[in-house]
């Protein structure tokens, strides 16, 4: 194992906050929720692995403040088969889980009946090759078409939940979501209007 | 290409400026000896990250110290051309060389008429390029037929169109001697990169595009036929396009990087963040950097 102090990213004498607040830091970097459905989950999971080894041998192997020894780290998602294509489901579902997404993405366009099940297995592979605009058109379609599937309500809420650590890296330059898309608009009115145009008409 | 990876001027600081100054100036440096003075003309902040990134994998070797056209007198300090920046260089000639095809193909022969002649110009430097780089040419000639398959079909998806660049953009990690780990986190990095770049010309675009009547998938996407986007649509486009930024800065961050780690970080994080919101707020272009 490398020295966990050089994988912190800390001096040996830093004291157990500076430890906790290098550590917290990565933690979230290298969070499996800014990999899901990434192709490079696994290596990031590898490397939540080593930054919670290093934690913990440096903490004297107390538990890290993620609770458990463990540390942050996620269950791989179990795929259930649904609905009446059962079987092709399922096959489609182990080849997603075996990152064959050509493969699965081939299968499923050669399914005519398009169910909830079908949106969802289709959103999940098109995720995953990163087509996130018509990803997310059919994760709504399968929530939509089945709204008290769990599973497809998550996935869903993985993806909008996804940009959270980039937007708001750093602070102020970002955010624009709800409340903050509205103020960079009217500032950008603003600007507009100054150099005289005009970005939104009535105001 | 498009001169929209640039960095935001506010969140460097003087050290990390002259770094990236550096690197602009050594792939300036490397067209010129590669491929004659007058390529440097070619030169655009995109291809400068790209170097940038690249010649991060290796140690630092020292600048050198030159006079050029603009710096007559105080001269600047330039990274000496090497592996990465000459591969940057053939790039930025092929990428070129190949916008300006599009370029005729889209425009009347009289507006066309300057980008014939630099098309006359260029090709003995795009052959001599593509000589250098067979696969990365290859790999730009079939996903461009693709992606006037896409055109021609008015496809109104806007991840196939995007797919065609992402996919151009992400050759070029095949064309480094990473290893297998940082080469696959590379092609994943510029897949992204490549996807952003393109849809966030597609949104400048919009504009004239629509007013020419020309291909533009974002139109399509949102049925515009002459208006202008929506805030949802806005929303929408914002979420896609952050999407593709955080596969980039989850990509960067497993990157195994021995120097210039600030500098690409802040590009990442701040400036192309800044970029998108400019382009999805601003009616008029933002384009900027210097490209053809």
Redesign the interface.
Known sequence: MDDPYKVLGVSRDATEEEIKKAYRELAR??HPD??HN???AD??EE?MKEINEAYNAISGGGSGPAGSSGGYGRNQQSYRQDGSYGNIYSQIRSYISMGNIAQAEALLRSVSDHDAEWEFLMGTV?YR????????RHLEAACSMNPNNMEYRNALNN??R??E???T??GP??G??GCD?CM??LC?DCC?EMMG?D?IRCC | MFGYVRPLKSKFTGDEEARFKCVYCGLCYALGKRYGKLTRLILNYDLAFMALLLGAFKEDSGNNHTRCPAKPFKGSDYRPPDETLSLCADLSVILTYHKLLDEIEDESFVKSLSARFLKLWMRPKYRKAAGYRPDFDKTVRLRLLALSEIEKEKNDSIDKAADTFAEILSAAACETDFSEKNSRILTHFLYHLGRWIYLVDAVNDLEDDMKKKRYNPVALRYSLSGRALSGDERRELLFTLENSLSNIAGAFELLELSRDRDVLSDIIYFGLKAVTLQILTARKGAKNGRSL
């Open positions: 970097k290298y800014n990999y990434n192709p490079l290596l990031a490397k098109l090759k990163g087509w996130f605009d018509e990803a997310k993806m909008l996804m940009n650590t980039y937007r890296y750093g330059v970002s624009m979501n898309c960079n608009l950008a507009c145009g970005l």
